[in-house]
């Protein structure tokens, strides 16, 4: 377990680093980022990592390239499209046509769960892999 965490921990810092500088990135969630709500508090009491787990939102509301986004994710094959956290697999989640697709719009909102608002699990895979197959796949909203 030790070694895991480390080792999705280190990757998952790489690639919310990468997430954050790019341009068509809106916002990373990630409590290894500075700019998190509670990073000062978090680096007192996460010394061995921040996991796996960060959460971004696009730039773009528009589903079509949203959609074409994912598909491109998936057809790179390095990334999954699913309903997980954890799992040795880089897997990307979205909450509002999966895990919450059964609440209103209105309380999706509420919830800060909009269209463009993506979770992404990083795995074992190489963080330069995982940012490759990003890095194409965000190429539509250029």
């Known amino acids: 377990l030790e070694l895991r965490w480390q080792r999705v921990s280190q990757s998952a810092q ?5 997430l954050d500088k790019h341009a068509q990135i809106e916002r ?11 990073y000062e508090i978090i680096k007192k009491q996460m010394k061995h990592g921040f996991g796996s787990a ?3 939102d696009l730039r773009s509301h528009d589903l079509k390239p949203i959609g074409q986004f994912v598909a491109n994710l998936r057809d790179y094959g390095l990334v999954m499209y699913a309903e997980s956290l954890s799992s040795p697999e880089t897997i990307l989640a979205h ?3 999966m895990s919450h697709r059964g609440l209103t719009q209105q309380q999706r909102d509420d919830l800060g769960i909009s269209s463009n608002f993506f979770r992404l699990s990083v795995g074992f895979e190489d963080a330069d892999d995982i940012i490759a197959a990003l890095t194409e796949a965000l190429q539509i909203f250029e």
């Open 14 to 18: 790489l690639v919310a680093e990468y």
């Open 28 to 38: 990373v969630y990630y409590p290894g980022l500075p700019s998190h709500p509670g």
């Open 54 to 56: 960060l959460s971004f």
């Open 95 to 97: 909450p509002a046509t």
